[in-house]
């Protein structure tokens, strides 16, 4: 970890939490990243100098969530040319170090891109690299105010299917400010409900085995001030049947041509629970979350996790012991499934919440024509 450096945060939490940020200090440009797997117990800043020390922490789940691993990965092919790396090599790196997440290559493509076609033009690589931090930099700009579209549609949508507010709302995942340029997909939607006081509770579920609802939707809520309960995934189950959820809220990591939505795996037990009792589910993710080269469910490719990541729980205090450093659950050399992902087919979902609007009934069709309507504005 050579050229990833800690950094202590203030005691004094910021109104706003910084995911990512671009500085420029003397000894030259670094890509500041909030340290994820030590949320919540402590706010620490990852410092990148180059691409690999990005990889890295893609790999780790220092930096995650579909919009924001798409903002890095443009940020980190800015960085390798700012700090004259092989821009290729970093690009490939970048894009590969995580498979399920579209945006993520999506977001190298627009820098690398945006970085030759300005080499090509001016044959200047300082100019080139100035382009590709441009690109970075409208992609960030451009997924905060996705953000803000999302949270606008994504509430009108629970007026129309849940008439009279007081909605108890399910969530799975992080889905908040953590993961993009603004406030978020599926848990931007929940505070534009708390804001408006149309938010009764949102239902955090923990999300094993890493945790991101445990550890950072319960500590964005926490922030909000909203009415929220943390519950483990396999509790969802009762509280459906006991009629306490109104909806259900996730982001997605990619979504297929024919609607096949990707989200962190607990999801599809979600949907299905959610169709059997007659509860909305509602995807809400960027229109670049749209795979239109990806054609089903089948074809997404998703990520499998070491199994250490169910054998052991990982604290974010980091205590030592197993094979990956966190506290054994499991009888020493047992086999672990552990897919970060799963596949939700389209017919369960009841909507794909977008900047350009939503998508009900979810079809080939119907997203086919929202993705061109998005690329003429
Ligand atoms: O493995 P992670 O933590 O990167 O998984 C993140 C998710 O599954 C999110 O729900 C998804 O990226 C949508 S974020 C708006």
């Not at 509430?155 to 007081?166: I, N, R, T, V």
Request: hydrophobic fraction near 45%; charge should be negative; charged fraction near 20%.
């Amino acid at each position: 970890m050579a050229d990833q450096q800690a950094r202590t945060g203030e005691n004094s939490r910021p109104t706003e939490i910084p995911a990512i940020r671009w500085e420029e200090p003397p000894e030259g440009p670094v890509l500041v990243l909030l340290d994820q797997t030590r949320l919540p117990a402590e706010e620490v800043e990852l410092v990148c100098t180059d691409a690999s020390a990005l990889v890295e922490a893609v790999r780790s789940l220092a930096v995650r969530g579909a919009p924001l691993l798409g903002i890095a990965g443009a940020y980190g092919v800015a960085l390798a040319a700012a700090r004259g790396f092989d821009v290729d090599e970093a690009a490939n790196a970048l894009a590969g170090a995580r498979p399920t997440a579209v945006n993520l290559a999506l977001g190298v493509r627009r820098a690398r891109e945006a970085h030759r076609a300005e080499f090509a033009r001016s044959g200047e690589e300082g100019s080139a690299a100035a382009a590709a931090l441009a690109a970075a930099r409208r992609l960030h700009a451009e997924d905060a105010a996705a953000s803000v579209r999302m949270a606008e549609h994504g509430l009108a949508l629970l007026g129309e299917l849940l008439p009279g507010g007081g909605h108890r709302i399910l969530t799975h995942c992080n889905t908040g400010a953590l993961v993009s340029g603004g406030e978020g997909t599926a848990f931007a939607v929940a505070l534009a409900a708390h804001r408006a006081g149309e938010l009764r509770r949102l239902w955090v579920d923990e999300t094993r085995p890493l945790l991101q609802g445990a550890r950072l939707t319960a500590y964005e809520a926490a922030r909000s001030g909203m009415a929220y309960t943390l519950l483990t995934d396999n509790a969802a189950g009762s509280l459906f049947a006991s009629g306490e959820v109104d909806a259900v809220l996730i982001g997605a990591d990619r979504i297929a041509a024919d609607g096949s939505v990707a989200n962190k795996v607990g999801s599809y037990p979600l949907a299905v629970l959610a169709r059997y009792h007659h509860v909305p589910f509602i995807v809400v993710a960027p229109v670049t979350t749209v795979d239109l080269r990806t054609p089903d469910g089948a074809s997404i490719e998703v990520e499998q996790r070491p199994g250490f990541e169910v054998t052991e729980i990982t604290t974010p205090q980091g205590a030592v012991a197993g094979a990956g450093g966190g506290i054994p659950v499991a009888p020493l050399g047992t086999q672990a499934y552990n897919p970060a992902f799963d596949v939700t087919p389209p017919e369960l979902v009841t909507a794909i919440v977008t900047e350009e609007g939503a998508v009900s009934p979810v079809t080939a069709e119907a997203l086919a024509e929202l993705c061109a309507r998005s690329r003429q504005v």
